[in-house]
């Protein structure tokens, strides 16, 4: 990977939030950044706005916006703008050289890591600089993983290149596997061991059940894992959709016969899943994707349900998928259509 000066740089290079978490029992709150293949992590808690009553119910307020998704026309975006802003100089100043070129996995799991806490200072937010903890460089990967991790091919992080396109402040999805495949990379954190698990009791299911190759869902290639048997990912299908889901391409308007073919190739599917002892889970417009070529692919097999689609008492069944199914459907026929 290589790195080319930036000289007299006003704007930072590009950057996103990886990873937020947060407590509104204990007023605290963790915000991990990518930024040119290096981590920020931004520590934040009540006590920190002691000497700003006004921070502090400001700060409060946005825990809040965050526990609802959305509160008074706030978004934990606009979480994400406040508490961020004095990290825009950090950014310009300690990312002044661009990393361009071939990177691999191994760039984004190992990236450089910087911390600090926000907190208030005469009533301005600022950021103080603060030790790195173990757990910080921990925050990836399922260490002493299932056994069945020994049943996929394994691949170190510095064996998978990244994308030509992907970027460096982000975490990343496509990937390409030494032979030269392309594989679409999902990331497993520290707590993921349950998900881990579901995933490859699925996957392992779906290959040995006889599915027959041409139906359209993500299929497991391998695991991303270090010398030590922790497991960072998994590396599946790629499925060239430009991040389209079913939610994208029905709020676009599409059109009533892509809509019916939609329809047609997600229930041909949930039938071939459910024929050979398989469920779908977490079945909704989000977990299908639209390729280049207007087909639909159902994804994600790591269990769970998402209230709304799949009843609680339903969740990994064959009833539970049918349920969720046929509110699929009416979403789809539903919506606004523009015929052509």
Request: aromatic content about 10%.
């Amino acid at each position: 990977m290589n790195e080319v000066p930036v000289v007299n740089s006003v704007l930072p290079p590009p950057w996103s939030v990886i990873e937020f978490t947060f407590s509104n029992l204990d007023a605290d709150a963790e915000l991990v950044v990518m930024c040119n293949h290096v981590r920020f992590v931004i520590h934040a808690s009540e006590n920190g706005f002691t000497s700003s009553p006004q921070l502090r119910e400001k700060y409060l307020f946005f825990l809040e916006v965050a526990e609802n998704y959305e509160l008074d026309g706030y978004t934990v975006d606009d979480f994400y703008d406040w508490a961020l802003e004095p990290l825009l100089p950090v950014l310009c100043e300690q990312t002044h050289v661009l990393k361009t070129g071939t990177a691999t996995l191994h760039d984004f799991l190992y990236a450089p890591i910087q911390e600090y806490t926000l907190e208030a200072k005469s009533d301005k937010l600022v950021l103080r600089p603060r030790k790195g903890h173990a757990e910080t460089r921990l925050m990836f990967g399922v260490p002493q993983a299932d056994s069945k991790c020994q049943l996929w091919p394994g691949y170190l992080p510095s064996e998978i290149q990244l994308d030509e396109e992907a970027a460096y402040d982000s975490v990343p999805r496509g990937v390409i596997l030494p032979d030269g495949t392309l594989a679409f990379f999902k990331l497993m954190g520290r707590g993921d061991k349950s998900i881990l698990d579901k995933e490859l009791r699925s996957y392992e299911k779906a290959r040995n059940s006889g599915l027959p190759s041409s139906v359209r869902i993500s299929r497991l290639l391998g695991l991303v894992k270090d010398e030590r048997g922790t497991v960072f990912g998994l590396l599946l299908t790629h499925i060239d959709c430009q991040g389209q889901t079913l939610t994208c391409a029905v709020e676009s308007d599409a059109p009533e016969f892509l809509r019916r073919q939609w329809i047609t190739e997600i229930t041909q599917t949930v039938f071939y899943l459910h024929q050979h002892g398989l469920v779908w889970g977490d079945a909704k417009p989000d977990n299908v994707l639209i390729d280049g070529n207007q087909n639909a692919w159902v994804i994600d097999f790591g269990g769970g349900y998402t209230e709304g689609w799949v009843p609680k008492n339903l969740a990994g069944t064959v009833k539970g998928d049918l349920t969720a199914l046929t509110k699929i459907v009416d979403y789809v026929e539903s919506s606004t259509v523009v015929s052509m």
